[in-house]
């Protein structure tokens, strides 16, 4: 990767801003921690030894009872497992991951009731929701799927916002205008009743959605490139491009887009803490992914309408405040590092 | 004489002024007004004039940055007034130009190497190490040291930052250099250098220049032919040392009348031009110097005079003014 000075000023100005880049850290840290989260919350066990044979059961083919001696080809159950063999103590053990539970996994002994307030023991650090499930998985799971479905909404709200902004932008004239318009007109349809009434003719998929948050979200980003394009146009180092006969493509990817850099980097938290809390909000609405996908939204409306297992609605509303926390404080730092005010070349 | 390496005819470049709801052109601001001018190979032709007579747009017009409304651009006998760009292409490698302020004419985010490499990727010239030889080859040529190319503009000076800028504009080898006020944004003390150079360059490499300026003094220092332009129009047209040892439209005498002489002791009569440069959408009628010209008669405000030849009988080179008058 090849940085210009002006970006490495700005890279290190970022640094320097203590809380945005600790909150960055801490948020690359989690979703590091998301995405080998097979090792940190799950249901199988990390690693197996049994009869001096290893086993690692999180990743590959799934292991029925029968290969740890307990006659019946169904998965077993790890934890019960780990017991058995303390308490044969045999050399035989189990290693489970922190978290020893799947986000889909019902959890009830017999006799207890399925909302279990948080305990060390039962190694349910946050409880477990009204049907039993491990609040911590479905926490962090949870996290994995916003983290998709956000970073797939920034992707595709800038590939659609920033071409037609830059197409707007070169072009200008009658294209501008006319697109200027269809935007207007296309940011005013009610959003969230589109979502419910699609979410109620048809089962939602992940990507259905993702599509159709992009559908209603590109238009922002496309009046910040419009206007820097034709910021940008009027330059004298694009005329001097077009004189040396650089076609169109070459002057707005080459040249343009470089020195718009800092627009669309400033964007980028702001964007992920949009779609996580959009997310939220229509899983909290019931209009969101399906269940039984793990989900902060529909963790925080089990929350408010259990009001007697406050743990619930605390670790939602915990975790919620906390990421979108992280991201607001980077979004600010990374403004405040690439505010073109501070770094100008306008003597 | 020789063929013209480019000859404009008749040019004119008008551009709308929009108003309205529906941004109507209501009016149109006759920037460049029926301009003809030729540059022989190899020659210098300076075009002088106050800021907003047009010059920086006849140069625009001709490496057609801007597509003029009417008129002739005929470069080695081919019109490029009506070219697209894909047509255009090719004939860039010929016509190159070099902009007024290095700073803004450099994209801020390449590094030189970058700058100069481009115009050889545009034209697919020679492969990875060809360009990079060539790109060092013009570092040598503009005298910048060879460890530049890794370097970004903002490390450079002025003048320095200009070498880049005129090495960009003879990458392609090309015949003819557009030079919009290449020394205007320099100290004065780096002015000459960077002048100094383009001459070198010119004789090296049998470059044509179209040097616009507004300074007299600089102009006299690299030009062969003068061309005054006022109002979107040539007032006078002539050889260097011709024009500067006899002027003879009043606007010339005016603007050399204004040159600063480093002598504290001589006293010169305050410059003779009163008022302001009329606008160019609402230019005036008939001579369009009129409102400023101390010898303006009643023929000056109606008729329009076009430029005739008055040179000395006999002699080998024109002199042409727009003028009425033999004054």
Known sequence: MHFTPQTLRQLRRFRHLRRGWWSFLALTALTVLALVGELVVNNRALVVRYQGQWHFPTYGAQLTGNAFGLGYDYEPDYRELQRQFRTAGSGDFVLLPPVPYSPNEIDVPAGAKPTRPPGWESRHYLGTDTIGRDILARLFYGFRVALVVSLSFLTGTYLLGIALGCAMGWFGGWFDLAMQRIIEAWSNLPFLLIVMIISAALRPTQPVLITVFIAFSWMAMTYYMRTGVYREKAREYVAAAEVLGASPARIIFRHILPNLLSTLITFVPFTIAGAIELLTALDFLGFGIPPPTPSWGELLRQGTQNLNAPWIVTSAFGALVLVLLLVSFVGEAIREAFDPKKFTYYQ | ?327
């Open chain 2, 1 to 327: 004489m020789t063929a013209p390496l480019l000859e404009v005819r008749d040019l004119m470049m008008h551009f709308p002024v929009r108003g309205g709801v529906f941004r109507r052109a209501v009016d149109t601001c006759k920037a460049v007004d029926g301009v003809s001018l030729t540059i022989a190979p190899g020659e210098t032709l300076g075009l002088v004039g106050e800021s907003g007579c047009g010059k920086s747009t006849l140069g625009r017009c001709i490496v057609r940055l801007l597509a003029p409304t009417t008129g002739k651009i005929l470069f080695e006998g081919a019109d490029l007034a009506p070219l697209s760009r894909r047509a255009l292409k090719p004939l860039r490698r010929q016509l190159q130009m070099v902009f007024q302020d290095p700073v803004e004419s450099l994209n801020v985010r390449h590094t030189v190497g970058q700058t100069l490499e481009e115009p050889l990727i545009i034209h697919g010239l020679g492969d990875a190490a060809a360009r990079r030889a060539r790109v060092r080859e013009l570092l040598a040529q503009v005298g910048l040291p060879a460890g530049a190319e890794d370097r970004y503009p903002f490390e450079f000076s002025g003048g320095q930052r200009q070498r880049i800028g005129i090495a960009r504009a003879i990458a392609l080898h090309p015949k003819l250099v557009i030079c919009d006020e290449p020394v205007s944004a320099l100290d004065v003390s780096i002015q000459s250098q960077v002048l100094n150079l383009m001459l070198d360059l010119q004789r090296q490499l049998g470059l044509s220049f179209l040097f616009i300026a507004h300074n007299l003094a600089v102009v006299k220092h690299v030009s062969d032919r003068v061309a005054i332009m006022y109002l979107g129009r040539i007032v006078e047209l002539a050889g260097a040392d011709d024009i500067y040892a006899r002027p003879r439209h009043p606007y010339t005498r005016a603007l050399l009348a204004a040159i600063p002489v480093p002598d504290p002791r001589r006293r010169r009569p305050p410059a003779p031009l009163a008022g302001d440069v009329p606008s160019p959408i609402h230019p005036p009628p008939g001579c369009p110097f009129h409102p400023r010209c101390p010898h303006a008669t009643e023929k000056c405000r109606t008729d329009v005079p076009f430029l005739r030849n008055v040179a000395v009988a006999g002699s080998s080179t024109s002199h042409t003014i727009a003028c009425h008058y033999d004054l």
